[in-house]
């Protein structure tokens, strides 16, 4: 990278009035800040955390100088700016005058406080996994890393105390990534230990939103026969962020698992991209669908449970089709998963040596995300065959997400169904995957890991789609509805 020019360091810098700075740090002062834009900020006298304003080409710009990550460039400063919260990159070269108008070095950890109790409310517990919904911005590489306890959740957010006496208890601190089998297993004996022990009106967790899907649909097989709700909840957007859902979501998950009418493991995240509801969607039905989106979370192929708010519940499904609230139920735990299972999404031109090398590696189970109905292509089937015979038990599903595998309708789904391959109807994929190894964690009968995995535990398995299970904007669309009602048959 070539030198700054003379004319590009013609910067220049002032201080307001009364504006004093602390003593300097050498390693904090300039946290990130090297080269181009550390002479910059050396000339004009700024440092990290002060609060300034930078007259650019491109007009004035107010915030707090933040650190930047180690491996950054040497041409930008970064600023979180005054007005909407939001952190901006500055191009350094276009900055024309920088006025320091005062310092405010950040703390980001929130204080963990005592939660008052209230003998009249009911009592929720809340299992810390980790995730954005726990996470601080950690400026050293510029990432959301889990640093919240689940006490610095309520901390931050003490609207909870009118909505029920939270107890928490921290697993651990996990990405969602990093989230498998292990962690099921021991959310699974938590959520029932509390459950059994605790006395709790219901149990929330919070956990990263990229594999929230994974864990929702595991618990819905680990643990049956729920007296009350379990909420799953997490966040798109850090607590650091003016546009985070972290509060809004938490605020709805607490308030489903202390009131609630429901006995299933839900997912509670944004409805709409606005802050006006939550949605409560069914563990085996929902999947996130968006990365950056708050309203990342749909159900496909059904509709959600409910919408959730601060003024209380408004059922979407028909009362009797979800699970309510019964505190005389006992909860069944099977904690249980077998992980030599693989989840296979199939690509035109792939080539048979892959599920071989499945096979070759001991895996027990596949679950194929076929095109169309139920699709793969012909050079797979002597590769699917040799892995039936082998013992390998093989399900398909469609990698549509809405819609069921219809293997009876082509010769090319009858056909591989003959190799050994089961149908799964409109499971999906992700759900398949964890079911298969939730059922191999048992058996490794044939003929009972398929009844096993075609008998539905609750609703990942339908036999039809409601009218309204395929609209991107979920919770009714009034005019479709109105239709529907009037003149569906």
Not at 235 to 249: E, F, G, I, V
Request: negative net charge.
């Amino acid at each position: 990278m070539a030198e700054p020019t003379a004319h590009e360091l013609e910067v220049t810098g002032s201080r307001a009035s009364g504006v004093t700075l602390p003593e300097p740090e050498p390693a904090e002062d300039f946290k990130g800040y090297r080269g181009f834009s550390r002479a910059v900020l050396e000339k004009t006298g700024a440092r990290v955390w002060c609060e300034v304003r930078l007259n650019t080409d491109q007009g004035d710009f107010v915030g707090i100088l933040l650190p930047r990550t180690e491996t950054a460039d040497d041409r930008h400063l970064v600023i979180k700016l005054t007005y909407n919260g939001y952190n901006v990159g500055i191009k350094t070269a276009t900055i024309r005058h920088i006025e320091i108008l005062g310092y405010r070095r950040a703390h980001y950890k929130i204080p963990e406080q005592e939660f008052p109790t209230d003998p009249t409310k009911p009592n929720v517990v809340l299992l810390g996994t980790g995730g954005t919904i726990a996470s601080r911005l950690d400026y050293r590489t510029g990432a959301v890393i889990p640093a919240f306890s689940p006490g610095e959740l309520y901390g931050a957010v003490p609207e909870l105390a009118d909505i029920a006496n939270l107890d928490t208890k921290k697993l651990f601190g996990e990405f969602s990534e990093n989230i498998g089998p292990p962690h099921w297993k021991a959310v699974a004996e938590a959520v029932v230990e509390q459950i059994c022990e605790r006395n709790v009106a219901g149990v929330v967790i919070g956990h990263g939103t990229d594999t929230m899907h994974y864990t929702a649909a595991v618990l819905t097989f680990m643990v049956q026969n729920l007296p009350c709700p379990v909420v799953i909840v997490g966040s798109q957007r850090s607590s650091d962020r003016p546009s985070s859902d972290a509060a809004y979501n938490l605020l709805r998950a607490v308030k489903t698992a202390a009131e609630g009418d429901f006995a299933e493991v839900m997912v509670c995240m944004y409805g709409p991209t606005s802050d006006n509801y939550g949605l409560l969607h069914r563990g085996t039905r929902v999947r996130k669908m968006h990365s950056s989106y708050r309203s990342t979370f749909r159900t496909l192929s059904d509709t959600p449970i409910a919408r959730v708010s601060q003024d209380g519940f408004v059922p979407i499904k028909p009362q009797a089709d979800y699970i309510h609230r019964d505190m005389s139920r006992t909860p069944k735990l099977t904690p249980v998963f077998e992980e030599r299972v693989t989840l296979l999404w199939y690509y035109p031109n792939m080539h048979p040596d892959i599920v071989d090398a499945m096979v070759d590696n001991g895996y027990k189970g596949i679950v194929i995300a076929g095109t169309g109905l139920g699709h793969v292509n012909k050079p797979l089937y002597p590769a699917l065959k040799r892995a039936v015979e082998k013992g390998v038990h093989l399900f398909m599903t469609v990698q549509t997400l809405w819609g069921y595998a219809q293997m009876f309708v082509y010769d090319t789904g009858r056909d591989i169904m003959e190799l050994g391959v089961t149908p799964l109807a409109n499971m999906l994929p992700e759900v398949a995957y964890v079911k298969l190894g939730w059922v191999l964690g048992q058996t490794q009968d044939r003929e009972e890991v398929k009844r096993m995995m075609t008998a539905p535990v609750n609703g990942e398995i339908s036999e039809r789609e409601p009218f309204d299970g395929y609209l991107v904007f979920q919770g009714g669309l009034p005019e479709l509805e109105d239709y529907f009602k009037r003149y569906r048959v």
